[in-house]
Structure formats: structure tokens, C-alpha cells
């Protein structure tokens, strides 16, 4: 498509599409108008993949998340279709600013983090190797909330992308499914009959998502919850105005928000409904769309391959057995077998509070059908594996690791680390009576969206370098390991990211008012506020160096800029206290004429998608810190490595594996092992210890304790100190004196620049291995037994 075609088409559905003369357009117009002009263009290769798929009778994947943190979709869509010098024309020939145009897309924040991240880099991957797949999950009304700060703490308001038409899904009306809840399950002499209580109506929304050069596009289906009766006429002439609605409210409750606050009862039962909800209308599309082409229900397996992302549509297991059992008249063993065949698990976390179990009498109450397989199918697991009942059911809570693990074909870790504690940990009786079943597959992120996209400036240099074609061969990227002994070269790269910490600079005067110096050290920690990924740790530091700064005002430090990005739950009280604590010594800090230049703290409200998609090419030094043994894998420290930022972390999640490949020499590498973690925690006094043995620390805490950082309050942030002192279980006070040393090594390193300038180059030229492409080409081969149609 040429530019002038482009421009056409843009005016064409700018007047009839939304019916705007181009005199009066507004920025949302035009906005919308590109998009539909971009989308018009993977219409067809999205009939056409559609079409391969039938007539090739390939095996399809499906996907089934509750998370889609898929961000804003134009430029994606642009760059893939190999638009993107077109568009910006078009724009500039039509006088708008391409960049405004592309930012006024809301960015669809369908997850709270790497795990929805995840989901969205792999639907990129399946289209660019045309496998054919569907992602599934819930179209929330309002994704994750919006974070403003007030007063240093965080404020959540409702995140609203559908407030305005979305011009990436197509409504589909006629796909819809009734999702039963409650009710009573009788047993007859031709078995069980559930006689569901309620039902909702589950309606679909597609979005194409289209591969790399636009040759194949997969779907993302989406389910919105509608009500059967749309409203009620009756209640309403009675005069019960907001009753005659309630009926429709409550069946959109369902997909109306993501997440709910799980904290009450109702909260709980919500999120079983949501997924609950997802996963049978996914699965009864599914089946149908099986049944158009294929007879018997014995062969699924071989034609379908259904992966759970995390324990969420775990009720799949047992709605595949009711449909089978129920529905088809398949023997309840087969009908187990058949499921088990068809379902794989990954899963994505250890950590103990994260693992989903739901209370059997709430299980029984919404979904009393399922319960009672859940029973039969833990009895099938003790009469088919060597006797032993397994616990699904413990202690009166459904488990849903196990129930997941017992009916799945595969069961898969993200990184190494994390695959090899899950086979020692949570799932080790599990593993000894099924060895074969647990693999790993590393994570991965899409280079389309973060290189090719995110970094033009790198990515230009990277072809100019190169040539083309490492977008969708990201091993090629290795071919660059040849140049970095070439000083223009390293000139050239350390040019580029400079370029990108200048336009980073400029923004962030402009939104926070703050002015950094693009010579800095660019040091940026963005992901979830948690307590095992230790941003208390970071901030520590921060203290540290403010203290140290100003103690020794005559030394020459390196300067460093501390960036900081990242939502804390709403529930979740002392991620929010540390959210707290950030920007408060920010304020201090940024205030302090003795350290102006040398240390600034920076934390922009809101992080998302976009704003990672700044963050990433900008980075000189990425923060990687969590305590070892907790972070499954990280995907964020893929994109900060694969962008040329050398990370400072611990061996934990892929850190290890990517420190493997960049080599020892090009990763600042500290802390306990995740063995050295479960000794540690054992000591008494640990933190004491750590402290005494600190003086960088102890001050740090001192400071913390005394109000340095609450003016007028000085116990603001006692609790974080009296956290760190006596139940300092995330070991940040064990791990900070190695923290410390090994960053003023980075310290030293970055004075190095040229030195500096080989190691990133050196992270870029070796982290082609962490493509999504290459996870999912491992999840094709090694646990769907899909191949690509193209
Ligand atoms: O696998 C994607 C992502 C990992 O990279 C992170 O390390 C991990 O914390 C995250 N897990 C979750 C778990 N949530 N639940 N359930 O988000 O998955």
C-alpha cells in the first residue's frame, strides 16, 4: 500500500465511516480513521489464515488467559504490515503529527502484569509463525485502575479504554453462549443432569492480530456478559425503574472490571464467576467450531490443544470431563483421558498466597456439578497413579495447581530456575509420580513491539549493521557480536541510546517537571510494586547514596538517575506504604541542593505498556533484585537487556539464564542463591546481623526512623523500618551490603563509557535467544504437537 492509497483511504473513512469533513477532524478522528484504514488490511490475510487452517486440517491452539496486557495496537498493526514509513507520511501530508496520532490510542491494560504481558508478546509470536491459535479471555469494561499520586500516595481511579468505540474488535452477535451457574444436579439413570440456577449470556468481540509482514493473523476473542433478559418491561411499568435493570447490571458485573477486589466473600465469588464464565463459553466454542469438521470426540486431542495461562481457567479440566460425560455420553475414565490429552498448565508462580484455591462449599454452591467431579476425578488420579490420593481437595479448599496438574499433558515452568523449584517444591509429589509430565519453557517477549517499535533509533542501527530479517530471526542479532570491536560501531550504538534518554528527558520534564541529564546513568526499575521484588531495597540504596553524597560532598560521584515504575494492588497495604516512602524520598532527595546532579529520583504515575515502550530503549542499567527463589522468570528483564541496558541482579527467574548468555562479564551479578535464601531465613536475627554489618544500611534505616522522609510526621514510615528490622522475610537487609558494593562497581563501569558502551552492545548481540518466537516454537513442538500452516 502507498502512502497516497493510505491517505485515501484515511479520508474515505474519516467521511464515511465516521462522518467527518477533515476540516473539523479532532485528533480521535483521524486516529480512528488510520485505524480503520490499517485494519481494512489484515481483514484479508485474517480470511485467507482462517481459510488455510479448514482446508489444511491443522491442529489449532488455544489460549486461555485471563490476562491480555496487550497495550495500544496501532503501531503494532503498522510496523507488522510494513507500514510504518507509509503512515508517517500519510500523516505528515494530511498535517497531523503521526506521533500525536498514534498517542491518543488508550492503551487496553487487560492485565496487571508479566503474566497478561506474557499472553499478548505469545499471540504476536503464533501469528508471526502462523500457527493457527485463538487467545480467549474477558473483555473487561475497565482494565487496571489508573494510579495518580496524591500527596506521595497512590489513588486508584477506574481505567475506562471503552469509553470510546474500539475500532480493533469486531462485535459478533451471533456467538454467544449461556454460562450456568448455581442450581441443583440430579442424578438419573442416564447420569447427572445439572439444572443451573442462573445463567448469563457470554457474547464474543474478535480482534485480529496480525504477524510479522502480515502473513498470517490469529484471533483474540474476547467474552462480554450480557443478560437473557435485556430488560425488564414488567418491573419497569410497576414503577421499579432501577430494577428493571438490575438483571442486566448484575450479568455485567461479571466482565465488567478486572481483578475485583478479592478480599470479601462477594469479591471471591466473582472472580470463580468470571472464571468460570471465560472458560465455558471458550470451551463451547471450541467444541463447536470442532464439531463442524470433525465427528468423533475421541480424536480432540489430536486436533486441539488447549493451554490454561496459570491456574485461572483451571475449571476447564472439569467442564471438559461434564461436557464429555454429560453432554456426549463418554465413560467418565475416557472422558478424563480425553481432557488430560487435550489441556496443558503453565505455571507462573510460587509464591504461596498466589496459588489459587477456592472453598469447596463455594464451589459447591456455584458450580455443584463440577465439584462432584472434581471429587471423582481426584478419585481416577488415586486409582490410576500407584493408589495414591492426591490433594486436590485439602482441608475443605479445591486446589487448583493440582487439579490443573492432575489433568493436564504437559505442565511447564518459565524459566529454568523456576521449573527445576517447582518439581522440588509445590508440585514434588506430584513430579515423582509423573516425571515426565513437568518441562520448562522459558519465557520470551516479542522483538516486533520490543525492538522494532519501541527502539527505532537501535533497531535502524541494528539493520543498518546487519541487514534485515532479524525481526523474525532474532538469533541473528549474534551477527552484531562481529562489529562491537569496531569503535564507530559502539559510537553509533551509545549514540542511539542517548538519542533515546534525550527524548525520555524531555518528557519527563514535561509531565513531572523534573529535569534529568540524558550523561546520567539511566537506572529503572518498572514492574508490579511487591515485596519479594524488593523496590524497598532500591530505595534503600537511594538513602544510602543520598547520605553518602552528602557526606562526602567533595567526591566525584557518578550521576545517576533512579527511575522507578509500578502499581501497587489496591489491598495490597505495604506495597502502597513502599509506593509511599519512594515518592517521599523523591521529594527529598530532588529538593537537596547538595546532591543536585548526582542523584535525582524519578516516578511517573501510571505505568503501563506505553510507558515501558519509553522507559526500555532509555535504560543504561536495569534493576533486576528480587529475592532468589521468587520471580518465576521476569520477562521485563528480556526487554532492558535486549535494548542494551546492563542489569544489576540476582541469580532469580531467566536473570540466570540471561546472565548465562550475555556472559558473567556483561551482568552485575549479587546476592544469595535461592538455596543460600531458605538457609539464611533460618538464622535468627538475620536482619539484625545485616544491619550491624552495614553502616550504608543502618544510616539508610536511621533515616527512615527518624522523619527524615515524613515532614512534620516522623512515624510515617516507621512500619517499613520495623518491617525491615524484625520481619524482614524478602531478606532485602541480608542482600543489601553485596546490593550496595556491586552498584558502586556499576558505578565505576559506567565511567568507563567506551567499556560501558561494548557490555550493552554485548546484552543486544546475545539476548536473541529470548524472542517469544523461540517460546513458542518449544511450546509448539515439545507440548501442543502444532506446526505452522504457512
Ligand atoms: O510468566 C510470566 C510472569 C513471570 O515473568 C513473572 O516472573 C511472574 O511473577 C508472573 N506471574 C504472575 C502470577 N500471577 N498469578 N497467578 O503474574 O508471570
Not at 70 to 88: C, E, T
Not at 144 to 160: N, P
Not at 627 to 656: P, Q, R, W
Amino acid at each position: 500500500m502507498t502512502k497516497d492509497e493510505l491517505k485515501s483511504e484515511i479520508l474515505r473513512h474519516l467521511a464515511f465511516s465516521f462522518g467527518k469533513d477533515a476540516a473539523h477532524a479532532q485528533t480521535r478522528d483521524w486516529r480512528m480513521a488510520l485505524s480503520l484504514a490499517i485494519r481494512d488490511r489484515v481483514v484479508t490475510p485474517w480470511f485467507e489464515s482462517t481459510r488455510k487452517t479448514y482446508e489444511g486440517r491443522h491442529k489449532r491452539v488455544y489460549y486461555l488467559s485471563m490476562e491480555f496486557l496487550i497495550g495500544r495496537l496501532l503501531q503494532d498493526a503498522i510496523v507488522n504490515l510494513g507500514l510504518d514509513d507509509a503512515a508517517r507520511e500519510a500523516c505528515l501530508e494530511l498535517g497531523l503529527s503521526y506521533d500525536q496520532v498514534l498517542a491518543d490510542e488508550p492503551d487496553a491494560a487487560l492485565g496487571n502484569g508479566g503474566l497478561g504481558r506474557l499472553a499478548a508478546c505469545f499471540l504476536d509470536s503464533l501469528s508471526t509463525l502462523g500457527i493457527p491459535a485463538y487467545g480467549y479471555g474477558i473483555r473487561y469494561e475497565h482494565g487496571l485502575f489508573r494510579q495518580s499520586f496524591h500527596e506521595g500516595r497512590q489513588v486508584e481511579q477506574a481505567e475506562d479504554w471503552l469509553s470510546q468505540p474500539h475500532p480493533w474488535e469486531f462485535e459478533r452477535p451471533e456467538v454467544c453462549y449461556g454460562v450456568g451457574f448455581y442450581g441443583t444436579v440430579r442424578e438419573g439413570e442416564d447420569g447427572a443432569h445439572w439444572d443451573a440456577g442462573d445463567m448469563v449470556v457470554a457474547k464474543a468481540y474478535d480482534t485480529p492480530i496480525i504477524g510479522w509482514q502480515g502473513r498470517w493473523a490469529n484471533t483474540l476473542r474476547l467474552w462480554s456478559a450480557q443478560s437473557r433478559t435485556q430488560f425488564d418491561l414488567a418491573r419497569f411499568n410497576e414503577g421499579q425503574f432501577a430494577g428493571a435493570a438490575e438483571p442486566e447490571a448484575l450479568a455485567r458485573t461479571i466482565s465488567r472490571v478486572l481483578y475485583p477486589n478479592d478480599s470479601t466473600p462477594q469479591g471471591k465469588e466473582l472472580r470463580l464467576k468470571q472464571e468460570y464464565f471465560f472458560t465455558a463459553a471458550s470451551l463451547a466454542d471450541i467444541l463447536r467450531r470442532y464439531h463442524s469438521e470433525y465427528t468423533d470426540i475421541r480424536a480432540l486431542p489430536k486436533h486441539v490443544a488447549i493451554q490454561l495461562n496459570d491456574t485461572h481457567p483451571a475449571i476447564a479440566g472439569p467442564e471438559l470431563v461434564r461436557i464429555l460425560h454429560d453432554e456426549h455420553w463418554v465413560e467418565l475414565d475416557d472422558a478424563i483421558e480425553i481432557a488430560r490429552g487435550t489441556l496443558n498448565y503453565t505455571n507462573h508462580t510460587l509464591l504461596p498466597e498466589a496459588l489459587e484455591s477456592w472453598h469447596e462449599g463455594l464451589m459447591r454452591h456455584l458450580l455443584p456439578r463440577h465439584m462432584r467431579l472434581i471429587e471423582q476425578i481426584d478419585d481416577w488420579h488415586a486409582r490410576t497413579s500407584k493408589g495414591r490420593k492426591m490433594s486436590t481437595i485439602d482441608h475443605g479448599q479445591v486446589k487448583m495447581g493440582e487439579l490443573s496438574f492432575v489433568l493436564a499433558n504437559k505442565v511447564n515452568g518459565v524459566s529454568a530456575l523456576h521449573t527445576d523449584l517447582m518439581k522440588k517444591t509445590v508440585f514434588s509429589e506430584l513430579h515423582t509420580l509423573h516425571p515426565d509430565r513437568i518441562l520448562n519453557q522459558t519465557n520470551g517477549i516479542t522483538p516486533r513491539r520490543w525492538l522494532r517499535t519501541c527502539n527505532p533509533t537501535l533497531s535502524a542501527l541494528i539493520t543498518d549493521t546487519i541487514g534485515s530479517g532479524w525481526e523474525d530471526d532474532l538469533d541473528r542479532l549474534e551477527d552484531l557480536e562481529a562489529h562491537v570491536g569496531d569503535a564507530g560501531f559502539r559510537a553509533a550504538f551509545a549514540e542511539a541510546k542517548h538519542a533515546n534518554k534525550a527524548r525520555l528527558a524531555n518528557r519527563i520534564r514535561a509531565i513531572r517537571g523534573v529535569s534529568i541529564d540524558p550523561d546520567a546513568m539511566f537506572d529503572i526499575q518498572v514492574k508490579r510494586i511487591h515485596e519479594y521484588k524488593r523496590q524497598l531495597m532500591n530505595v534503600l540504596e537511594v538513602i544510602a547514596l543520598w547520605d553518602a553524597i552528602r557526606r562526602n560532598p567533595g567526591k566525584d560521584w557518578t550521576p545517576r538517575v533512579k527511575i522507578f515504575g509500578g502499581k501497587a494492588a489496591p489491598g495490597y497495604h505495604t506495597a502502597k506504604e513502599i509506593v509511599h516512602l519512594i515518592n517521599d524520598v523523591a521529594r527529598v532527595v530532588n529538593a537537596d541542593e547538595d546532591v543536585a546532579g548526582r542523584l535525582t529520583v524519578v516516578f511517573p504515575p501510571n505505568y503501563n505498556v506505553t510507558m515501558a515502550e519509553r522507559l526500555v530503549p532509555a535504560a543504561d542499567l536495569s534493576q533486576q533484585i528480587s529475592t532468589a527463589g521468587k520471580e518465576a522468570s521476569g520477562t521485563g528483564n528480556m526487554k532492558f537487556a535486549l535494548n542494551g541496558a546492563l542489569t544489576i541482579g540476582t541469580l532469580d527467574g531467566a536473570n540466570v539464564e540471561i546472565r548465562e548468555r550475555v556472559g558473567d562479564d556483561n551482568f552485575f551479578l549479587f546476592g544469595m542463591t535461592a538455596d543460600e535464601v531458605v538457609e539464611r531465613r533460618a538464622v535468627p536475627d538475620h536482619a539484625a546481623e545485616a544491619i550491624a554489618a552495614s553502616p550504608e544500611l543502618a544510616r539508610a534505616i536511621e533515616h527512615i526512623e527518624r522523619g527524615s522522609f515524613g515532614p512534620g510526621e516522623p512515624d510515617r514510615h516507621r512500619h517499613l523500618a520495623n518491617l525491615l528490622r524484625h520481619h524482614d522475610y524478602f531478606l532485602v537487609c541480608s542482600d543489601f551490603a553485596s546490593y550496595w558494593k556491586v552498584s558502586r562497581e556499576v558505578d565505576e563501569a559506567y565511567r568507563d563509557r567506551d567499556r560501558w558502551t561494548r557490555m550493552a552492545a554485548l546484552n543486544t548481540a546475545r539476548s536473541g535467544w529470548f524472542s517469544s518466537d523461540r517460546t513458542i516454537r518449544g511450546y509448539a513442538e515439545e507440548i501442543w504437537g502444532a506446526t505452522p500452516a504457512i
